[in-house]
């Protein structure tokens, strides 16, 4: 029955909230020029709008739109901030991938895999300004409001970039422990998201303590959906994640999973020296990544966090449906299958 | 004379500019962690505050506030939005480093060789946020010129990175005009150019008349400016540039005297079919391009577009000494020497 809200509102919200979000950006893009193409590519509408296609989740708007009726205004008075949170998360993303060397993402090859690095780089630079100019064109905030919007949402851009930094960083680090890694998420991951869900506060006037509830929640949520996402990043299957199975640990990344089992299994040491080179090395790490344990405590880390940001949202009196939604929308990402 | 009117009144903003522009970026960031070590390095910061240093010129920086005092307004009213400019300049100039793979900037090692390209992404996107939220502290300008100034900015970003993808393109392409080139130039250099000079006008409160004044009188020089960074890029001397000479030549580059010659020359047609791998081949690469009679051709090109520039500056009635010195700079900047 939950999932039937999550579906119904994701159907009123998304088809309006994409139509507007691709025009915006298309109409002061030339799609017959190579910045256009790439967008147009990598948002996913040359696809058309179909949710199995390369769309993305669209994760983060969602939760906007559904913070701002559950805050008690009207979504749509929400949609240019949820377009700018989303051009925000893509610029990340193209970028990130650049700097993974990630072929594949959302079951299609990566921007820089058709493109080169070099114009992919153009490609995130290009989504990183229309995530500002989506905002100028919404008559519905105030000018303060608008500076307001802009304002969180770079700041989340430079917690992003220096969380993206750290997991760079820690590829060539010998030892990363809890506190560092939750760090790195926090910017990483959790600073989008809370600020996807705090803006959807603010632009329903709501009240200062309600905004900073909301933006709590948020931030455990994002916390919470990178710990599952590293449990992807090893367990995961590669028609569930839409990226190779195994993909953090051909790349060696620091993941929550492996960061812990670094720490108790001189095996796993000895095998992570070296990235693993194919199928059967793969196994063998996640083999004994499973011997240790690991998978238990991180799905217990998961979960502390799911209940923190429940908590969070409930200290925030959602209203109606939309908070309805919002609880089920916790427990349905959560709840990601490998 | 005119030199001394450029030098005192870079000698009574830059300082003040510099200090207030590198507090309000290192404030926000960590220094000890690596995107703050990336931006302090790159900004030259590290050197002290001296000309001579890794600082680079601050053109667009020195350009919004003389443009200000020229339209009657108070340069101090300009430094946050002078910040920006620059700010966004080296945010570009990161990013155009990774995709030239130059190893030198203003004489030094550029951020990607010393970190790697993909702590360099990080540390662009990072300036890229910082060059939004130095407007947000900004307390002498209404939230609506705010507004302005950030909308102005981010659609010069998208003109910079459209401009920026055509670059690189070329490089691919066997045949570009001067059509096609000028289109490039007018979108990686002058955009921002413009936007600097028309931002003065903006901030003094100058009419519409005069603002479009003042952002022709930007977007021509810009232009000129890149005409004669080509020049440079062909037969600066290292000294002079602070990159390796011939530096164009290397990366292959379809800069306007490439572009010209290869149009008159089937010598140079066959030679440029591959980079000039040592300092031997580059010196016949510019010998042969010499005996086309592009250096002159090109020069007129630019002396075109300085007068163009004088013109607009002109038509923009600039006062005072401040008006003096733009003039000077016009002059100054374009006599550049190989």
Redesign the interface.
């Known amino acids: 029955m939950n999932s039937t809200i999550i579906s119904r509102l994701s159907h009123e919200y998304l088809p309006v909230f994409e139509e507007n979000l691709r025009s915006i950006v298309m109409d002061?893009?030339?799609a017959t020029?190579?910045?256009g193409q790439m967008l147009h590519y990598h948002m996913g509408w040359g696809d058309g709008l179909k949710s199995e296609s390369g769309l993305g989740k669209r994760i983060r708007p969602l939760l906007t739109l559904l913070c701002t009726e559950a805050a008690g205004g009207h979504w749509r008075k929400a949609i240019s901030i949820a377009a700018a949170v989303e051009l925000i998360h893509n610029?990340?993303l193209i970028?990130d991938d650049?700097?993974d060397k990630s072929s594949l993402r959302r079951g299609r090859p990566t921007v820089w895999s058709l493109w080169g690095?070099?114009?992919a780089?153009?490609a995130?630079?290009?989504l990183?300004?229309?995530a500002?100019?989506v905002l100028?064109k919404e008559h519905a905030l105030?000018?303060?409001s608008?500076?307001d919007v802009?304002?969180l949402l770079?700041?989340a851009?430079?917690s992003l970039?220096?969380g993206?930094?750290?997991d760079?960083?820690f590829e060539r680090k010998n030892q990363v422990d809890l506190d560092m890694y939750m760090n790195m998420i926090e910017g990483k991951t959790a600073s989008l998201i809370a600020v996807s869900t705090e803006l959807g506060a603010l632009v329903s006037g709501a009240s200062l303590q309600q905004r900073v509830c909301y933006r709590d929640f948020g931030y455990a949520l994002g916390v919470a959906y990178q710990v599952r996402d590293d449990i992807l990043g090893v367990w995961g299957r590669s028609s569930t994640t839409g990226k190779p199975t195994g993909d953090d640990l051909r790349a060696r990344k620091k993941t929550l999973p492996i960061i812990l089992g670094l720490e108790r299994s001189d095996e796993l040491r000895a095998l992570y020296k070296q990235a693993p080179q194919n199928d059967a090395e793969v196994e063998t790490v996640i083999t004994v990544l499973e011997e240790t344990g690991v998978l238990e405590e991180v799905t217990d880390i998961e979960f502390d966090k799911v209940e923190i940001a429940l908590q969070k949202l409930s200290s925030a009196s959602p209203k109606g449906v939309a908070g309805d939604a919002l609880v089920a929308l916790v427990r349905q990402l959560l709840g990601r299958k490998c």
């Open positions: 002061s893009t030339a020029k190579l910045v610029f990340s970028h650049i700097q690095a070099e114009q780089i153009n995130g630079d290009a990183f300004a229309h500002h100019l100028q105030s000018p303060e608008k500076l802009l304002r770079d700041e851009c430079l970039t220096e993206q930094a750290a760079i960083e």
